[in-house]
């Protein structure tokens, strides 16, 4: 499997593609990193350095890319956190000339906004972009409860109604949904849940709720769960092996007391999941 992937980059830490692309390979996916900024760190710090790569500089990288003759080979596009309106263009021009090469190949989209706690965290004009543009070219996407929300214009909190929800952005374009951070009024103490729907039903699971905030672990999650769903067309499988995987990548750092995420050292957690949570099926 050859996933083209279309994220930032950070030289100290783990998130977009310096969360993504290891994971993927520990795997077996070869991935083809693009980077759409090349910072030092992650932004939550405060401060940072580096550049913002210019949609033109990114277009000119998957060209070339293209001119090696390889788009015909890409299963998979992948994109997460888009730091500015035109970047999203460049995706999408990149997705059809993808499926133009290989008509089988799909588009994965994290739509990243923001969470029910931070709220959005992106330029205002992102989340139209997003709901209105992107989200509908994809195949795949992965939002939060809380994005999920804005781009159906609902308040997905039960889930009843984040399946409503589900239902409202599959009928938008894509056929798959990965719902994370469901957090529903009734469930038990101290858990927290993730759904995901796509034409043969739908089904959730449920973890622990760790104590910590980890940035890059959607990434994480986004590509994981795209690769084995790509790769076996079985969302219940994937779900659970992502759900395992993740969790045990969360846990580990947490137990290291690190703000990073301890992406090399859970690096067993990917290639040989534990399974340890059941998921059940909704429909």
């Known amino acids: 499997m050859k996933i083209l992937s279309i994220q930032s980059a950070v030289a100290y830490g783990h998130v977009g593609n310096s969360a993504a692309v290891f994971p993927l390979q520990r795997i077996g996916v070869e991935v083809l990193p693009v980077y759409t900024v090349n910072f030092s760190n992650h932004t939550g710090y405060g401060a940072w350095r580096g550049p913002l790569i210019s949609p033109d500089d990114v277009r000119a990288v998957i060209t070339g890319i293209e ?3 390889v788009f015909g080979e890409i299963d998979v596009v992948l994109s997460g956190y888009q730091g500015g ?3 999203g263009d ?17 588009y994965a989209c994290d739509p990243v906004m923001g969470n029910a706690r931070s709220g959005c965290f992106v330029a205002p004009a992102i ?8 989200v509908p070219a994809a195949d795949i996407i992965t939002p939060n409860q809380f994005e999920l929300g804005f781009l159906t214009g609902t308040e997905p909190d039960t889930i009843d109604s984040t399946l409503v929800a589900v239902d409202a952005v599959r009928a938008t374009g894509p056929r798959t949904v990965l719902v994370t951070s469901v957090e529903r009024p009734d469930r038990e103490e101290g858990t927290i849940e993730m759904l995901v729907a796509d034409d043969a039903g739908a089904w959730i699971v449920q973890t622990p709720q760790l104590p910590m905030k980890a940035n890059g672990s959607g990434d994480v999650t986004a590509a994981l769960f795209t690769a084995h769903y790509r ?8 779900l659970a092996r992502t759900t395992s995987s993740v969790f045990d990548l969360l846990q580990t750092t947490l137990d290291a007391g690190s703000r990073e995420l301890q992406l090399v050292e859970s690096q067993e957690f990917y290639a040989h999941p534990r399974m340890q949570f059941e998921v059940r099926q909704l429909r």
């Open 67 to 69: 001119e090696r003759g």
């Open 85 to 87: 309106e035109g970047i």
């Open 90 to 106: 460049v995706i999408l021009d990149a997705v059809a000339r993808v499926k133009a090469a290989n008509p089988s190949a799909i």
């Open 127 to 134: 989340p139209v972009l997003l709901r209105e543009r992107v």
């Open 231 to 238: 790769a076996t067309g079985d969302a219940a499988s994937a």
